[in-house]
């Protein structure tokens, strides 16, 4: 008896005679079929065969190319049928084909099937229906087929089908209450058709429905976004109703999503109390503003003021405080990005890193759209201007913004200026009594002296302070008479800062010589704080000795300690700076640049290693500096994500002091960090400034193109990706350097399989698999054979890719390529499953499992767990599926990757 025929066209076309899949052959016959399957039985003449094929200029023996697909086909799925016998599957019907179909044969005529019964129904039980039926889709009807963009209108049409049922299946479940169960359906649908309304709509309302509000404000962001880039239209009535409604469904704040990042309020604060009164007055109005902005002189204690003023404020705002050091005024012109602020401030809200907006415009729509329903203060400091803090002020709601300046912000729409002068003559007198005590009122006129030598400004008579308390002999009247002797320099802040020169001098005058030597070169620091292992390097110093002399600093108040990092104050900055360029000479100067020019590129390249790399950078030189040692990849990605600014500063400045290398080096080596942390942009900005400065090495060059390549890739850029591994691959065709160019094909091929384009994938991983092969590269010839492989598979080619996966896995176990071992194992059961047959299918993903748990990779344990619950699932086997799917989710640790939030759709859903 002959096995039954089965055929698929919701995603990628597939047919199987029982248990066996059958290769379609080529491109062409697969898209013959294609159409057969789209017409769901009906009559497909050989004309539209012709414009299928050919949509112009079809050459002379284009009927005649039809009628051999068509024979090859019918003897494909009927074996041993005689030539130009017809057959009983795909029959001629005069200038027609058409195949011979049952409901049960066809995945199309079984999804009308159950999506017909749906609507007919009602309830949780029309829910499921909805559910089975849309299960069926993988991908848009005959995936893989299309080129230049063009799709049948056929194949277009069906896909509506399967829109429109997700429409219904939202509606249906909204209804019902059970909006989960269709939601990764609808996630699918919603990404493949990102401009259509209605499904972004009821994706939003889903989304909500499911407790994942921050996520659906988020998609409205982004949706809001493309319709203004790409349509220039704003959103309709549907989906404006829909984010209304997330706005006005009130959710409490849950604690993951409550932040407290206050820092801490001063001990010693005093004074300022016709400010505070004027707050209260200004909070206590009918027309309240939505931020306060402390201006005033460098050092005046406007950070001060701002931190206690918000922990006085902070218990009306139960929803959290967020803050931010926005470093307008920083040395070093490192200003804090709007994009950079959002983007930390979205995070602490509980809004997943994939989930953020890439454009300022939808991440500040997003985050007022999260605080129009909460009470939080907002805590920004060190604004620049207006321009600055804009896009971070609620737009309405109960929220407040306390910021500070050293300039006058105008023109910010419900923002109040909160001038902050000099202290009082009594304020200055209450600020000295808290720090020294009952000393003060004893010696009223060396107080007096002490307050005009310190022109009243709260950051000298806190170092005066300090220094009294850590001399315990010195009376108030020999304090005054050091200061009047003292001499500095402070000329970067004008006039006004003068007296300032003779206060920190009197501290500076305290410190051993090697702590004074270390706060002349700090200034030279291309960051606003920095760590104890980069200012030991810019000393030239052991860690142990630098930790020491910071200490010294910091017990002067010279430098501030926080979160394992240090900084200083920018008036002490421009004076330890004046300083430096007196009394160190420029060669030294210079030196301590090199010193930490070479313990950021050696740290970098330590650090890289361990974020595992495609193709690891080569060694630097050694420069008699030692870098930062790393444990771990989670110690590695803490380091660069702390040091971001600092080696962007490094790449733009290296390539100007001479040293490219230095440049290109550290960009090269933040490409997987921008990847894992999902900074496109600043990967292609900072692979931009690298490639800027390379000059005329060409090896550089190409490493960077091909970096660029990487950052276009995930940027949706697949072009602009093909443009820069074109300019590589010509340089390493012209240097002759083999490896690299396989490198470069094997990158393109990656595009390829993922453009569907198959063919044009093998072409590339050969050609790379040519070039390793004569450089004795194995690992890299081996990494194409499993592209072609994984080619083969997606194009139905079972029996040939099973052959190379099992050669790839060999040589990979070979090489002790535990990675390469492991994802080979992964698509051999792939490619099994595909063929149904169980056995080698579980085998191989046992394997895999086993290989990649070895390797500590638990990011793609979970892959391979993920794929075995879904086989499960697809099987009728939810038991197990769901196991399997519970396993995924324990590897991932409680992350809010996007596969875990793939995993929980599952287990909710299925």
């Excluded at 084909?97 to 949780?124: C, I, N, P, T």
């Excluded at 209605?198 to 809001?224: H, K, S, V």
């Excluded at 060999?810 to 499953?833: K, N």
């Excluded at 080698?840 to 344990?861: K, L, S």
């Amino acid at each position: 008896m002959t096995s039954p025929l089965t055929f698929a066209v919701l995603g990628p076309v597939r047919a199987w005679r029982g248990g066996s899949e059958i290769d379609l052959g080529t491109r062409q016959q697969r898209l013959i079929l294609a159409l057969l399957l789209a017409r769901a039985g009906g009559a497909v003449s050989v004309a539209e065969f012709v414009d299928l094929l050919w949509e112009s200029d079809p050459p002379p023996s284009a009927v005649n190319v039809v009628h051999r697909h068509v024979g090859v086909l019918r003897r494909r799925f009927e074996p041993g049928l005689p030539t130009r016998e017809q057959g009983s599957v795909l029959v001629r019907d005069g200038a027609q084909y058409r195949l011979r179909l049952d409901g049960r044969s066809l995945d199309l005529l079984r999804f009308r099937h159950l999506a017909a019964q749906a609507r007919s129904g009602s309830g949780e039980q029309a829910v499921e229906l909805y559910r089975q039926a849309l299960a069926m889709w993988h991908d848009r009807c005959a995936a893989g087929l299309h080129t230049d963009g063009r799709t049948h209108p056929d194949f277009v049409a069906v896909d509506g089908e399967r829109y429109a049922a997700v429409r219904a299946a939202a509606d249906a479940a909204l209804r019902a209450g059970c909006g989960h169960v269709v939601l990764p359906a609808l996630r699918q649908a919603a990404a493949a058709e990102p401009l259509d309304e209605a499904l972004q709509a009821r994706l939003l309302l889903a989304l909500a429905a499911d407790g994942r509000r921050a996520e659906a404000l988020a998609a409205f962001a982004d949706i809001e976004h493309r319709l203004a880039d790409e349509l220039g239209i704003v959103p309709g009535p549907e989906l404006r109703a829909a984010r209304d409604s997330l706005l006005g469904h009130q959710a409490p704040t849950s604690a993951a999503e409550r932040p407290a990042q206050l820092p801490g309020d001063h001990p010693y604060f005093t004074g300022r109390r016709d400010v505070l009164a004027a707050v209260e007055q200004l909070l206590a109005g009918e027309q309240r503003p939505t931020a306060l902005v402390v201006d005033g002189m460098p050092g005046v204690g406007k950070t001060t003021l701002a931190v206690h003023l918000s922990h006085r404020l902070a218990d009306r705002y139960p929803d959290g405080q967020l803050h931010a050091d926005l470093r307008g005024f920083d040395a070093t012109g490192a200003a804090m990005t709007p994009s950079e602020a959002l983007r930390g401030f979205l995070w602490s809200l509980g809004v997943a890193p994939s989930a953020i907006p890439a454009e300022l415009h939808a991440q500040a729509g997003l985050y007022r759209s999260i605080l129009a329903e909460r009470r939080m203060l907002i805590l920004l400091d060190n604004c620049r201007d207006g321009d600055q803090i804009r896009h971070l002020l609620p737009g309405t709601g109960a929220s407040l913004v306390i910021a500070t300046s050293r300039r006058r912000i105008t023109g910010v729409a419900g923002a109040h200026a909160l001038h902050l002068n000099l202290l009082t003559d009594a304020e200055a007198r209450e600020l000295l009594t808290r720090r020294l005590g009952d000393m003060v009122a004893a010696d009223p006129a060396a107080v007096a002296e002490i307050i005009v030598r310190c022109g009243r400004l709260p950051l000298a008579l806190a170092l005066v302070a300090t220094r009294s308390v850590g001399r315990p002999g010195l009376s108030l009247p020999e304090v005054a008479g050091e200061l009047a002797g003292a001499d500095g320099r402070l000329a970067g802040f004008g006039d006004a800062y003068a007296d300032l020169e003779a206060i920190f001098s009197w501290s500076y005058q305290a410190l051993s010589s090697g702590a004074a030597r270390l706060f002349r070169l700090l200034p030279l620091h291309p960051g606003a704080d920095w760590s104890l292992d980069a200012a030991a390097a810019l000393g030239g110093l052991t860690p142990r000795a630098a930790r020491g002399l910071l200490a010294e600093l910091g017990a002067q108040l010279l430098v501030q300690p926080g979160d394992g990092r240090w900084r200083m104050h920018d008036l002490l900055r421009a004076y330890a700076a004046e300083l430096g360029e007196e009394h160190d000479g420029a060669a030294e100067r210079d030196a301590a640049v090199e010193r930490m020019y070479d313990f950021y590129e050696l740290s970098a390249y330590a650090a890289h290693l361990l974020v595992l790399p495609q193709v690891p950078l080569p060694e630097p030189e050694p420069s008699g500096v030692a870098g930062r040692a790393f444990t771990d990849r989670d110690e590695a990605m803490a380091w660069f994500a702390a040091e971001q600014r600092v080696l962007t500063g490094i790449v733009a400045r290296a390539g100007r002091r001479g040293r490219p290398g230095t440049a290109w080096r550290i960009a090269l080596a933040m490409q997987n960090f921008f990847q894992d942390t999902a900074q496109f942009k600043q990967w292609a900005a900072v692979a931009g400034t690298g490639l800027a400065a390379v000059g005329d090495d060409l090896v550089a060059r190409a490493l960077l193109h091909r970096s660029l390549a990487g950052a276009c890739y995930f940027l949706g850029d697949l072009d602009g990706g093909l443009s820069h591994l074109d300019r590589a691959r010509k340089i390493f065709e012209r240097l002759g350097l083999r490896t690299e160019q396989g490198h470069v094909e094997n990158n393109i091929a990656e595009i390829r399989l993922d453009q569907g384009r198959y063919d044009d994938a093998i072409e590339h991983a050969a050609a790379a698999q040519t070039l390793f092969r004569a450089e004795g590269n194995e690992r890299g010839a081996t990494t194409a054979l499993l592209a072609i492989a994984r080619a083969q598979s997606w194009m139905g080619r079972h029996e040939p890719a099973l052959g190379m996966f099992t050669q790839a896995q060999r040589q990979f176990e070979a090489l002790g390529d535990l990675h390469g071992v492991g994802t080979t194992q992964a698509w051999l059961a792939h490619t099994y499953s595909m063929i149904d047959d169980l056995p080698h299918a579980m085998a191989g993903w046992r394997q895999a499992i086993g290989t990649f748990r070895g390797a500590g990779a638990a990011h793609h344990t979970a892959e391979v767990l993920v794929a075995v619950g879904d086989f499960h699932s697809g099987h009728g086997e939810p038991v197990r599926a769901r196991q399997a799917w519970r396993e995924a989710l324990a590897e991932l640790d409680g992350t809010d990757s996007p596969i875990a939030r793939q995993i929980r759709d599952r287990l909710i859903s299925r």
